[in-house]
Nanobody, 125 residues
């Protein structure tokens, strides 16, 4: 069974940091692009960052550039997103998604085939 599992979410104060992990089971991530999406209460899902299968193509949503860093460790079958200088507007459920396609995109969630269950990130004082 193909599965993605997010972890690392939680409650953090503004300016704090968290690292999200997206671990795959039932398949190897070597050939998959991974995207991180988020959905805030009352809002639609939006793309945050993505990384292609080899790590040579990375994209970020403008509002997280310079604060979030996506990376992957194919040996551990895991993709990470380091989030620094968090803001209250970053509060959302964060999802990782996988697609066996070249490149990566953040502007269309339909491009991805497999999704995790989500991890809550809350930024509040």
């Amino acid at each position: 069974q193909l599965q993605l599992v997010e972890s690392g979410g939680g409650l953090v104060q503004p300016g704090g940091s968290l690292r999200l992990s997206c671990a795959a089971s039932g398949f190897t991530l070597d050939y998959y692009a991974i995207g991180w999406f988020r959905q805030a209460p009352g809002k639609g899902r939006e793309g945050v960052s993505c990384i292609n299968h080899s790590g040579t193509t990375i994209n970020y949503k403008d509002s997280v550039k310079g604060r979030f860093t996506i990376s992957r460790d194919n040996a551990k079958n895991t993709v990470y997103m380091e989030m620094n200088n968090l803001r209250p507007e970053d509060t959302a459920i964060y999802y990782c998604a996988a697609a066996r396609r070249p490149g990566c995109i953040t502007n269309w969630d339909g491009w991805y085939d497999y999704w995790g269950q989500g991890a809550q990130v809350t930024v509040s004082s």
